[in-house]
């Protein structure tokens, strides 16, 4: 199996440049993951740099361009990927090095939404009452793992990182003006109802796309924006 | 180029070093007291093991079930196999019910009730009025409780403003001249650069070691390292040959199939077809203590009753569970069994094996997350500035077998605990900076990692990692004895001296993961010593530490704790409280489920 991996060291190279490596296939069984054959290609050359923790895809480490799709690298079998596999970091940050990007504007991002349940002052005893479809309102925005996929996916983040917040950190805004425990929503839905914010979103759905946790951002920022209709 | 003793240096009222639940929570506390600390973590906070984490999280609010803490600590005391110590559990059962509340407060989704009280699941070991009706006492989010609780810290903690040190690695606690522990060495993996973080206190929450063993629940950052820092600075590791094997991995993989699945009606079955826990307990059947259920499904394949052409594993069922409750409660299972098994578990039974998932031991502390060490005659006294909780810890909660639902506790109520214990020393005295640091061993180990390799030399850091996680899975595993733990022993000689002579063949600033994995591999090796010198000693089977040569617990020799200390492998040891406060003590008797 042939893979093409953007290689990039600040200390060294000028630019990133593809490295061709080949993996024995004997190395590899039919329920293999990206991963492991990642794991397999350090063994190789240690110097490969891409991040990884969990294995199993709660973590969010290992988001990274896999043959044009941004995809998390322990959760994609190697079975369906070809025989040729071409590895680029996420788009539209900075490189680190090799397939390792610069974050930091993604959470930046995250953080400016003020991603936090703000509610009335704890009750030591007893917690706040949530009926079960309540709860239900924060399936689909609560699971995010953060790896970035959908943010770096988007032409709209791509073009502005500093300014729009991305499919990310609005997935996560909704997830707390849904939440009936906050009583900040008014608060948050003015402070996203701005050009820079929710309607920088121009519904290309690659964020949708490219979720490796199944998740449908741009769906939850269009209910953000039905929700400002009805609201504000 | 080679490093001398002088490194930038920063200073704060505090360092919590590890982002997962237990040093978030604390971070959170000593910063909303207006401290000023610094996080540090090797990887972003949201990536920290704890996220991983599935069933829930126990505490005896008795939404579904009718539950007091007394039950609860009587059932922790009972699965620890009585080598927890009965004061800290009780400390722990009496806070629970308060801090998930917390929790609650902070954000967390959790699944709900019609009631809309927070759902609460069965897991094993769990009984109402000390022994009789199965109790459901797991406060869950889905399957999917660490990844809600380690979110909703992170984001209380963006909230208060909490400075982080995101991918910043801690090498090794550093001394003063008096000897006490005053700052630690920290290589910021993104360039390379090494500073020393000064402070008075200092809080290890560095989780797990579960990357010593080959198939493994965890992530590829539990390498124990704060448990390899704490035994280079002379401190003892305590009752480090208890290891869970969590009965339900991903059969070959490793990945954790929670218990949550067998709290909501899955079933284990062999080859044959038959539910074997019935043999093994014949009352709570799957819901059994995890040790038990670990132990039936290793004696139901070494016997021949094992599935698949390799006769390798046992099958969790849970096709009569209704497909409405398995998407509502257990999502992320099946999310994980079609990810990596190819199979729906709504149709088809998943594969399952032990695997290692747990440390019940680690940095021996008190109630109020003190480090506790022995000194010149044998008493336990509190270690200056020095502080571990959670998983890296063993305070001890969990004796010789944690219940499910006990770690995601553990880690925030010490977490709390040990903050406040550190805002009250430095209400008392406020943090001063101005000791010398003894640098001289850190600097030595720095030294040493920037030797290159001759050129006959192809050993390399990632193969003796490899190697020394088979030596640990065949030598210390589910069932150990004698001369297997003694081969084990022999063979970590052997990788000992590899690891004092490999090099590592990349030499880069940026991003350098070999010469982490390097630093790492020294934790993950001196934690192997630790367990296979711990359990050869202990001559008798408890929880965890099962022996086929000695089968039975021995109250009379061994209800105490062991601390192993790295100078030529010393083992001491200490009693087991029997103490607590305001309950009368669980007397020790035969453990039956």
Request: net charge negative; aromatic share 8%.
């Amino acid at each position: 199996m042939k893979f093409i991996i953007s290689r990039y060291n600040p200390e060294t190279d000028q630019e990133p440049f593809d490295q061709t490596f080949e993996l024995d296939d004997a190395l590899l069984s039919a329920d293999s993951m990206l991963l492991d054959a990642l794991h397999l290609l350090r063994e190789q050359d240690p110097s490969i740099a891409y991040r990884s923790s969990c294995q199993e895809g709660v973590c969010g480490s290992d988001g990274m361009n896999v043959n044009g799709k941004n995809r998390l690298s322990c959760v994609t079998s190697l079975s369906e990927l070809g025989q040729t596999i071409t590895l680029r970091p996420l788009p539209g940050l900075p490189i680190i090095k090799d397939l390792i990007i610069d974050m930091t504007l993604f959470y930046k991002q995250y953080k400016a939404v003020k991603p936090y349940l703000e509610t009335i002052p704890f009750n030591i005893e007893h917690e706040h009452l949530q009926s079960p479809e309540e709860r239900a309102k924060l399936d689909g925005s609560y699971e995010c793992i953060m790896c970035g996929c959908c943010s770096t996916s988007c032409p709209s983040f791509w073009w502005n990182p500093d300014q729009f917040a991305g499919p990310a950190a609005l997935l996560a805004a909704k997830r707390f003006v849904v939440d009936s425990r906050d009583i900040k929503h008014i608060d948050r839905l003015k402070e996203l109802d701005s050009p820079t914010q929710t309607f920088r979103c121009r519904h290309i759905q690659n964020c949708t796309e490219a979720c490796p946790k199944g998740l449908i951002p741009s769906r939850a920022i269009q209910e953000l924006k039905s929700i400002m209709v009805k609201s504000l | 180029m080679t490093f001398t003793n002088s490194f930038p240096i920063e200073t704060f009222d505090a360092l919590v070093i590890g982002a997962g639940g237990a040093g978030m929570r604390s971070a959170l506390q000593l910063t909303e007291h207006g401290h000023k600390i610094a996080m540090i973590s090797k990887v972003f906070p949201t990536r920290s093991h704890t996220v991983a984490a599935q069933g829930g999280v126990n505490a005896a609010l008795g939404n579904v079930t009718p539950d007091k803490w007394e039950w609860h600590m009587y059932d922790t005391i009972k699965g620890s196999d009585f080598l927890g110590d009965q004061d800290a559990i009780e400390f722990m059962c009496r806070e629970a019910s308060e801090i998930v509340r917390e929790l609650e407060h902070f954000g967390v989704p959790f699944s709900r009730l019609d009631n809309g009280k927070i759902y609460q699941r069965a897991f094993g070991g769990q009984s109402q009025n000390y022994g009789e009706e199965q109790a459901h006492r797991t406060c869950a989010a889905a399957d999917r409780t660490g990844h809600a609780i380690l979110h909703s810290l992170y984001q209380q903690n963006l909230r208060l403003g909490t400075t982080f040190y995101d991918e910043f690695y801690a090498v090794d606690l550093l001394k003063n001249q008096d000897g006490e522990i005053n700052g630690v060495l920290v290589m910021n993996i993104h360039d390379g650069e090494y500073k020393i973080l000064q402070s008075p206190h200092i809080l290890l929450a560095t989780g797990g070691a579960g990357q010593v063993f080959r198939n493994n629940t965890n992530a590829s950052i539990n390498t124990g390292d704060g448990l390899g820092m704490v035994l280079r600075a002379g401190y003892p590791l305590q009752d480090m040959e208890f290891w869970q094997f969590h009965p339900t991995g991903v059969a070959g993989k490793g990945m954790l199939i929670s218990e949550a699945v067998r709290g909501e009606g899955g079933k284990l079955r062999n080859a044959l077809g038959e539910a074997f826990m019935e043999k093994y307990a014949p009352r709570v059947k799957d819901l059994a203590s995890r040790d038990v259920v670990a132990r039936a499904i290793a004696i139901e394949v070494n016997e021949g009753r094992g599935c698949g052409p390799g006769k390798d594993y046992v099958q969790l069922d849970i096709s009569h569970i209704p497909n409405d409750i398995i998407t509502e409660r257990l999502p992320g299972i099946r999310e994980i069994s079609q990810t990596f098994l190819g199979i729906d578990p709504v149709k088809d039974p998943i594969h399952v094996y032990p695997t290692c998932h747990y440390m019940m031991g680690g940095i021996p502390t008190n109630i109020a997350g003190q480090v506790v060490s022995p000194d010149k005659d044998g008493k336990q006294q509190p270690v200056k500035g020095l502080y571990a909780i959670g998983e890296c810890a063993c305070v001890s909660v969990h004796g010789a077998n944690r219940l499910g639902g006990n770690s995601l506790l553990d880690i925030v109520v010490f977490g709390r605990k040990t903050a406040l214990t550190i805002d009250e020393a430095l209400k008392k005295t406020p943090a001063q900076h101005n000791q010398t640091l003894n640098l001289t061993p850190v600097v030595n180990r720095l030294n040493r990692w920037l030797t290159k390799a001759e050129d006959s030399s192809n050993d390399t850091v990632l193969q003796i990692k490899k190697d020394l996680q088979l030596v640990m899975e065949k030598g210390c595993g589910v069932f150990r004895d004698q001369p297997t733990m003694q081969k084990a022993l022999k063979e970590l000689n052997a990788i000992q001296a590899r690891l004092e002579t490999v090099c590592i063949s990349d030499f880069s600033n940026v991003f350098n993961l070999e010469r982490l994995s390097a630093y790492e591999l020294e934790n993950l090796v001196t934690i192997g010593y630790a367990t296979v010198v711990s359990a050869l000693a202990r001559t008798e089977s408890r929880g965890a530490h099962s022996r086929v040569d000695y089968t039975e617990r021995n109250d009379d020799e061994w209800l105490k704790h062991t601390l192993y200390f790295q100078d030529n492998h010393t083992l001491t040891f200490k009693p087991v409280n029997l103490s607590p406060k305001h309950h009368a003590m669980v007397k020790p008797k035969p453990r039956v489920y």
